[in-house]
């Protein structure tokens, strides 16, 4: 086989610029890898003449944990009081982003951003989240992760908490649960899925396999937080092999399984996708021996060490089952810390969830939407860097399409950049904006180091909340500059009044636009509003 290595010896310096595009793996091989257009790529070696011979694409196995807060790992916070040592060896062993961000500070609207690469403002969820028996909301013709990997050639699966709704069978207002759930994970492009359709808090709890109820909800079950500062969860009917201690353990277990299935095929050029979606430690906070008061600070510190031990299960999973060298793994969470975790008390004993950021889950401020985002992949990033560069998880489509080869469409990822640059050492993926979104609804835009909130207060549930920072007469807006104010305490909004302006103005450009990418023109799914009462668009010079 004639080798583009054999046809690049010799050419001159300046030919070299097609490097930018491909690149050589390693010594002992002779075929490249797609690093932008599979298209451009085969052109190009049709020219020199050379056969079209592709490294096997990656598996790719993205975790999202729930309520994990920026300050509850090592390797985003090292003052952090909770013991992490698999998080801290998947991010010795690859890349953690410093500068990541959800796109919302609560569950659903994150995950819709996740899954479609888009921002969920855009879609008719203005603000808090779907319950457990609320319909779907990603349409089927909507594209996603889950169809973006099918048409890569990719077996795909989610496992976990779905918490975009899908609809269960009602006979009059009762959940006829004879019947298959319509609408789930599979019309969002996954072949199979396994899991229960909201956070653990919310009933039904039942399992729910590619649409079949596992089993029948044979009781009422319920927890109140009085009984369970910790364990709570609401009161409704839940399937006779539903166990809720135990269902984190059982997730990875799932998923283990599914590893272990897919490893032969992976290894014949068969690769899979897995979307892991966790539903810890969001509350019930419900650690299990031998993790059970491990911590020495409180339940919620506990699960988390409960977390980091399954997560090295996994990865060791991976290892043990030969996909080490070629699988792609991704951890990151939906959005800040709960106060579910009792933050007084876990400050009292040394650790902040939310590191040195101001706010958690649900609020507008930093502390709301800054998450841990570590990636690891043996042979193509680099051991123990970290990053500084901007992200947000709708960026993860845009990286998984460069990945697998794919040319970007008109639909999907519109509010996504591709991170793959910054796995191979750029300082930048090109994003230089993010949008931010709180439970209630409220924004904020950031360019650089500047942030503006759209907002009186947290936007959220921190002090000062929405309605009392109205009441104490406080701006509608504030303005930040990360770079000296990483607590958002000094609002400069009435300081830097071109600022402000400029802000406004890139935040209603990228709405208008239905994407902040460069592309056509695309439609919201609603009259999107975001700016605050007693706030007017400023005119343009």
């Not at 994970?185 to 899925?193: A, L």
């Not at 039942?206 to 909800?217: E, K």
């Not at 031998?290 to 060791?316: R, T």
């Not at 469409?409 to 793959?420: H, I, K, T």
Request: charged fraction near 20%; hydrophobic fraction near 35%; aromatic fraction near 8%.
């Amino acid at each position: 086989m004639v080798t583009l290595a054999g046809k690049l010896k010799g050419l001159p310096d300046s030919a070299l610029s097609i490097t930018d595009w491909i690149y050589l793996m390693n010594k002992s091989k002779t075929f490249v890898r797609v690093i932008a257009s599979t298209t451009f790529v085969c052109s190009l070696l049709a020219v020199l003449d050379v056969d079209c011979c592709f490294a096997a694409k990656p598996n790719v196995i993205l975790i999202m944990a729930d309520d994990l807060g920026i300050g509850d790992i090592s390797p985003t916070n090292p003052d952090c009081k909770i013991k992490t040592p698999h998080f801290q060896k998947m991010a010795n062993e690859g890349l953690t982003f410093l500068d990541a961000h959800t796109p919302s500070s609560v569950c659903t609207p994150t995950r819709y951003g996740l899954l479609t690469g888009r921002y969920n403002w855009r879609s008719r969820l203005a603000k808090g989240v779907l319950s457990g028996t609320s319909s779907h909301l990603i349409p089927e013709d909507r594209p996603t992760l889950g169809h973006m990997m099918r048409k890569a050639s990719y077996h795909t699966a989610m496992i976990g908490k779905w918490h975009l709704g899908w609809d269960w069978h009602m006979t009059g207002k009762k959940i006829d649960f004879t019947k298959s759930v319509k609408n789930g994970p599979d019309i969002n492009g996954f072949n199979q899925y396994y899991g229960h359709c909201g956070s653990l808090d919310m009933p039904p709890y039942v399992w729910v396999d590619t649409g079949q109820i596992t089993a029948q909800p044979d009781r009422e079950e319920g927890v109140t937080k009085a009984e369970d500062r910790y364990g709570w969860y609401r009161k409704g009917p839940i399937g006779s092999d539903f166990n809720i201690p135990e269902v984190l353990p059982h997730l990875f277990d799932k998923s283990i399984d599914y590893v272990k299935s897919q490893a032969e095929l992976a290894k014949e050029g068969k690769p899979f996708f897995l979307y892991l979606a966790l539903p810890a430690p969001h509350t019930p906070i419900v650690p299990v021996p031998p993790y059970k008061d491990a911590s020495g600070l409180n339940p919620y510190a506990d699960f988390v060490m409960q977390l980091d031990d399954l997560m090295g299960q996994l990865l060791h999973t991976v290892k043990e089952v030969g996909l080490d060298e070629n699988t792609l793994v991704i951890f990151t969470s939906d959005n800040g810390c709960s106060p579910e975790a009792n933050f007084p008390l876990l400050i009292e004993n040394g650790h902040d969830p939310s590191g040195k950021y101001r706010g958690h889950k649900a609020d507008i401020y930093e502390g709301g939407h800054r998450v841990p985002f570590i990636v690891r992949w043996p042979g193509e990033i680099e051991e123990g860097r970290k990053t500084e560069a901007m992200a947000c998880l709708t960026d993860v489509y845009a990286t998984l399409e460069a990945i697998t080869g794919q040319e970007k469409q008109s639909l999907g990822g519109e509010d996504g950049y591709s991170l793959l640059p910054v796995f191979q050492g750029e300082a930048s993926s090109g994003r230089d904006t993010l949008i931010s979104h709180s439970i209630g609804g409220s924004f904020a835009i950031r360019q650089g180091p500047w942030k503006l909130c759209l907002s009186s207060g947290s936007g959220g549930w921190s002090a000062p909340r929405e309605g009392d920072a109205k009441k104490k007469g406080l701006p509608p807006m504030q303005l930040y500059n990360l770079s000296d104010d990483h607590s958002e305490m000094v609002n400069l909004v009435n300081d830097h009044p071109a600022k402000v302006k400029e802000l406004l103005i890139l935040l209603e450009e990228q709405v208008q636009n239905g994407r902040c990418t460069p592309g056509e023109k695309v439609k919201n799914d609603r009259d999107v509003k975001y700016l605050p009462a007693g706030v007017t668009m400023p005119t343009r010079d």
